[in-house]
């Protein structure tokens, strides 16, 4: 018998993993709460339900009465909503409140960090605005001001001159504009080198990390203008070599793990794990507590395995390294935005795709209208997938591919894994 499946969030995150779950032979009928325009091709959408409402999200999956859940974006699982289904008897993938906190405070990952020896940039906290003005006044410059909570990926403000952390002190603890999140904040060193992004699946003992990526995260071509939620991805990482893999399996990967469990908090479901390559050796930039977005849409698609059943494993506890197999090939994603993005933009223009279209359209925000039209309804609307042998190959498929879809005032960034294609490691 097959298995129905709920699938908490909206975006192209979740698209890419509805369309990878949809693959597995026991998949039955999916729901996406709420689900987007372009989901709603591939799951039933219950756009009436937010990712945040818990209380209605478990009553429509014991209306439903679905046989797993998966929990995708950081403030359902911070607030709780895997502990809320597994309560009802309803396998899920996700962590728990408890282990969803290496997320969603800044504060408590860098004090676990610190206990348990895992590298990072070395930090100081601060809960007294007065306080963290006075560390700044002579700290070393630049620096990097992170809002101790969730803030849709963009509490972390880099300073490159001591006003600019004065600014960023005043702007997250003064003005609030990361809200709560801002009532404490983490000031670091700042690191340099490659970045990359290893999402892993774990079942609070055994860890087995996916392929890397890399991210985009400027709106403009050279790394320039303001940060986004991602412009583009690529897979793999070519800066994450096999020894680095193995550095960070034996110094971050693998102590992460056991820290969450001697904390008393073990962590299931996807952990993610933001690195930079420092010439010091691989440090932790960030954990995410779930997959990351844009990161999941070139991982998935390199993913030979069943999905469901490695999130099954990870939910009761039974993982193992091989049950999990990747391609040897690379992906690529090129992100379309609103003109205007992410600043003002408008919404509302209908989207369409030549008839010769062949890649995959991750949907991020896109709404249906009544009569059925795919119309834009974000400021990231969409990511164009492809995959391919080499990554030059997969980049050039994924950009003609891009040119075939269209609405108004539609932007995507030209140079989207030119960095990875000029990395001196091969």
Known sequence: MKTDILV?????????????????????????????????EDAICVPEIGAKEIDKIVAFAKEKAVGFAVVAPDDPLVLGCADALRAIGIPTFGPSKAAAEIEGSKVFSKRLMEKYGIPTAKCAIFSDVKEALEYVSDCPIP????????????????????????????????????????SRIVIEEFLTG?????????????VVPMVSSMDHKRIGDGDTGLNTGGMGTIAPNPYYTAEIADVCMETIFKPTIAAMQEEGRPFSGCLYFGLMLTPDGPKVIEYNCRFGDPETQVVLPLLESDLLEIMRACDSGTLTADMVKFSTGAAACIVLASKGYPEKYESGFAITKDADFAAEMYVAGAKKTDAGELVTAGGRVLGVVSTAPTLKEALALAYANTAKVHFDGAYCRSDIGQRALNAPVK
Do not use: Q, W
């Open 194 to 206: 490659p970045e990359v992004s290893v999402l892993s699946f774990t079942d609070g003992k055994t």
């Open 143 to 182: 620096t990097v001001v992170k809002a101790d909570g969730l803030a849709l990926g963009k509490g972390v403000l880099i300073a490159m001159t001591r006003k600019e952390a004065e600014d960023a002190v005043r702007t997250i603890m003064e003005d609030r504009v990361f809200g709560e999140s801002g």
């Open 8 to 40: 908490v969030g909206g975006g192209g995150r979740e698209h890419a993993i509805i369309k990878k779950l949809k693959m597995s032979p026991d998949a039955g009928t999916i729901y996406a709460l709420p689900g987007n325009g372009g989901i709603a």
